[in-house]
């Protein structure tokens, strides 16, 4: 092939290969095809047979892999910062009045549009997210394939417990996801993918609970949802569903406990809930920020250090940040652990928890560059935990130089919202 096809990389490379290693390279090369696959990453030498037109960074510029925001709601862009609740009372105030809005389709182009701006610049290449109604998720879709992000998109779905103006009706919902669905199957580029989010088990009648987990198995689509977030929302699904034993198999009756659901927040259970998610093979999605920010409580990561299916996400707008460096860093006051597995979390093992680890999560050979160039502060680095610790715990000194996806630069380079397919 010829060389102009190439592109090599000279600089440091933090690189993740498991939840307890991490690669640091501070002479390192990382070499990819102008089709955005990864050819090498190493030490930087001469790699016989590989020609390449070499760029080199200067100064205290790092390369990482890009990173992944596992749980986000883009509805609730305008609503991040508003507190002075827990969870239930928060919804009502705040979070319900902000997720009307994308019911116009002008606003839900604007939204999206700042949605993605706002995390390709703090440096994540795949966001799993959550947005309302049919123009939200057209909106969402049309400004993720301008931007070029990769991210699964999901439409929030309830018809009790929230207000009229965000109940839906089943029949019409349904029809319009299998819309969607096909919709998403059939998009160009390969990175978006459509998921069917019922809000929480109270918002949701078993009918409806019952419909999605069809379609999702029909259609082999991802499922998101939270699950025991608050102390009270576990009392209101004991309300909703007073025959059915706990949170968890309230999911698992309706068959919405599948290898491509994914679980946010997974604070409360009981051992019995956590056999069963774990035997499902679900997605488990800690989100450190949103707990701390409404008091929710501590995510028990004891019981979950070992499972491999686990991953990071900032939940906006509960979560005040879209950067997951600050997720990661209030990762660590939630939890004390390794910072090798926090960055794990927001990396490897955020891809392999939504089964496209093969593909995406680190700068291994053979897998898609997508990855961050970001310039750190003046500290001589002697470690990967020394990297890591000045990165997630001086996060605002740490700036965003580049950010590309298969190869492409995608951010700083802006792209026009003109609100058109």
Known sequence: MNMNHHVGLRGSILNPLSVDRCQWLPEGLLVYDRAGKILYCGPNKKIPGLKYKLLALAGKNVIIPGLIDCHSHLSQFDAIGQTGFTL????KNHIYPAEVCLKDKNNAENTSQRYFQSLLADGVTFSVLYTNFKTGVLAAR??????????????????RAVPGYLKQNPAKTIAECRALSGL???SGNGRLYFSLNPRFAPACTPGYLKRIGQLAQKEDLY????LSENLFEVRAVKKAFPKIKTYAEVYDRFGLLTGKTLLAHCIHLSKAERELVMKRGCGVVHCPSSNLFLHSGRFPLEHWENYPRLALGSDIAAGPSFSMLDVMRDGYYANIQKLSGLFHMATLGAAQTLGLGDNLGNLAQGKQADFVVLKADDARFSSADDVLSRIIFRSGQVEIKKVLIAGQEVWPQPYKNDGQP
Not at 88 to 91: T, V
């Open 142 to 159: 049309r400004q993720a394939e301008k931007s070029g992000i990769r991210a699964i998109i999901g439409y929030t779905l309830m018809d």
């Open 223 to 226: 499922i998101q949802t939270h």
């Open 88 to 91: 239930l009372d928060w919804l």
């Open 184 to 186: 998403f199957k059939k």
